[in-house]
């Protein structure tokens, strides 16, 4: 276990710790770039070089041994019901001969690639987006790595969407959608910047949707279970599922559920002032994709299936955080110091509750033998 705190603490420093010095010197964007390669490089050999680390690596790894052993063809992409991109990602290193552990490193290498360019309108939060990012979302990127991917790529399609260019935000999500289907559901997330959705930034709507959307998950499960088991028969997937979940309702359970719930009441109460000293870059545009994700969560709870819907908009609570953090220091007043080392700490444990629990089977982490 000591081994795989030194790893996961190590791409923490790395990460946040570039970050820093990328934000401090307010380097341009070829400058930008060129920098972050090396964070990007290291955290990928690292993720590259893992052992049975995540619970889908085994069948990520099976499908690039099936490329690698040629039965596995380009025919394959059109009538697979597993996602073109990702399958020609397998086919073109598999026709290179590349070893498994540097599919799994470009896989993350891609994946860290979108998410430092989504941050190129400001890359003065990388320090606490990557912060967030790695305590809250990089563990479950090691397990659900195709979503993952489609979610960063989803991140950096909010630059279209937060300026209005409709056509490169379509285009942008249409290539997450062939690395996970279920980014499907972010199409028309792009409306949500309309005039007639301005009633999503006031407080009081956001703490009644969102006390209101907790309250009818369980009514709301039952009903959509019901009609997913009559469709899903997929038995290695559901057993792989219902293991995910399992991980999940352990890190997810009792306190673990309070801190999340009260983190999302948190932002929606400071919503406004976000809004207004972020106004610069349309904060609350991006709120309301925030708000429309846990709302979601909310209603599907910890299912197992339909939690993914929600995954990419839910799972922007850690730029949020991310703001309200750099908000709180920017203040300079000792309840907001108190509070934002708060935060930062609470999100720190739940970092290392999850890796102690075994979250998406992200521990131990062990390295493979070349």
């Known amino acids: 276990m000591i081994q795989t705190f030194i790893v996961y603490f190590f791409i923490l420093f790395i990460a946040v710790g570039c970050g820093y010095v990328v934000s401090c010197n307010h380097m341009k964007l070829c400058l930008y770039n060129r920098f972050v390669f090396f964070p990007i490089v290291v955290i990928s050999m690292l993720a590259g070089f893992r052992y049975f680390v995540g619970t ?4 990520y790894y099976y499908i690039y041994d099936l490329a690698l052993q040629n039965n596995l063809s380009i025919e394959d992409v059109t009538v697979s019901t597993m996602e073109p991109l990702y399958l020609i990602l397998n086919l073109i290193l598999s026709f290179l001969k590349a070893p498994y552990q540097f599919f799994f490193a470009i896989v993350m290498g891609i994946h860290l690639c979108f998410l430092y360019k989504s941050f190129k309108d400001y890359t003065w939060l990388l320090p606490f987006g990557l912060f967030f990012y790695i305590v809250s979302v990089f563990t479950t990127s090691l397990n659900i790595q195709r979503q ?3 979610f960063c790529i989803f991140l950096m399609a909010t630059h279209y969407y937060r300026n209005g260019n409709l056509f490169k935000y379509v285009f ?14 972010l199409l028309p997330i792009y409306f949500l910047r309309s005039k007639y959705f301005s009633f999503l930034d006031k407080r009081l709507v956001g703490i009644v949707l969102y006390v209101v959307s907790f309250f009818l998950f369980s009514y709301c499960l039952n009903l959509i279970n019901a009609v997913l088991e009559n469709y899903v028969t997929n038995a290695k997937y559901l057993g792989n599922m219902a293991s995910l979940g399992n991980l999940d309702m352990e890190v997810n359970s009792g306190m673990g559920i309070l801190i999340f719930h009260m983190l999302d009441l948190l932002i929606i109460v400071y919503s406004g002032k976000l809004s207004v000293y972020f106004k610069q870059i349309k904060f609350n545009l991006l709120y309301r994709v925030f708000l429309t994700g846990v709302i979601l969560s909310n209603i599907f709870g910890n299912d197992v299936f339909l939690s993914r819907i929600p995954f990419a908009l839910e799972n922007v609570r850690f730029l949020m955080l991310a703001f309200l953090v750099y908000y709180l220091f920017a203040r300079k007043r000792m309840f907001s110091y108190v509070l934002a080392v708060m935060l930062l700490g609470i999100n720190l444990c739940t970092f290392i509750m999850s890796i102690l629990n075994g979250h998406s089977g ?9």
């Open 56 to 59: 889908d690596w085994e069948n």
């Open 148 to 150: 993952t991917m489609a």
């Open 172 to 185: 942008t999500i249409f290539i997450a959608i062939c690395f996970h289907f279920s980014s499907i559901v």
């Open 362 to 370: 992200c521990s131990p982490y062990t390295f493979a033998q070349l």
